[in-house]
Nanobody, 123 residues
C-alpha cells in the first residue's frame, strides 16, 4: 500500500511556472508507476503525465507536451511535475496516482490517489 500527498500548487500568472511534488509513503514506492491527472470544475480527471516505476517510460498529454516535465526520485519517494509556460486552461486540481500494474492514461485503473493540490493560472 502507498499513501500520496501532493504539494506545490498555488496561484500564478499566465506564462509562469510551478513545480508540484507527490510524496509517497511506503517502502515499495519504487515499484509503482505514477501519473498526474487534473480535474477542472465539472469535468472528469484528465491525464497529464505518467512515469514508469523505473523512470524509463514517460508520456504526456498533447496539451502539456513541451511545457511540463515529469520526473521521480525514488530515493526520496517523490515524483515531480515541473510546469512551465502555464496557461489559464491549466487551472485545475492536480492529483497524483499510483499503481503497480497499470500504465496508461485511464484514471480508473490507478488504485491509489492523493488528495490533490489546486493550481490556478490567471490571465
Amino acid at each position: 500500500q502507498v499513501q500520496l500527498v501532493e504539494s506545490g500548487g498555488g496561484l500564478v500568472q499566465a506564462g509562469g511556472s510551478l513545480r508540484l511534488s507527490c510524496a509517497a509513503s511506503g517502502r515499495t514506492f519504487s515499484s509503482y508507476n505514477i501519473a498526474w491527472f487534473r480535474q477542472a470544475p465539472g469535468k472528469e480527471h484528465d491525464f497529464v503525465a505518467g512515469i514508469s516505476w523505473t523512470g524509463a517510460r514517460i508520456n504526456y498529454a498533447d496539451s502539456v507536451k513541451g511545457r511540463f516535465t515529469i520526473s521521480r526520485d525514488n530515493a526520496k519517494n517523490t515524483v515531480y511535475l515541473q510546469m512551465n509556460s502555464l496557461k489559464p486552461e491549466d487551472t485545475a486540481v492536480y492529483y497524483c496516482a499510483a499503481d503497480q500494474t497499470t500504465w496508461g492514461t485511464l484514471a480508473g485503473r490507478y488504485k491509489y490517489w492523493g488528495q490533490g493540490t489546486q493550481v490556478t493560472v490567471s490571465s
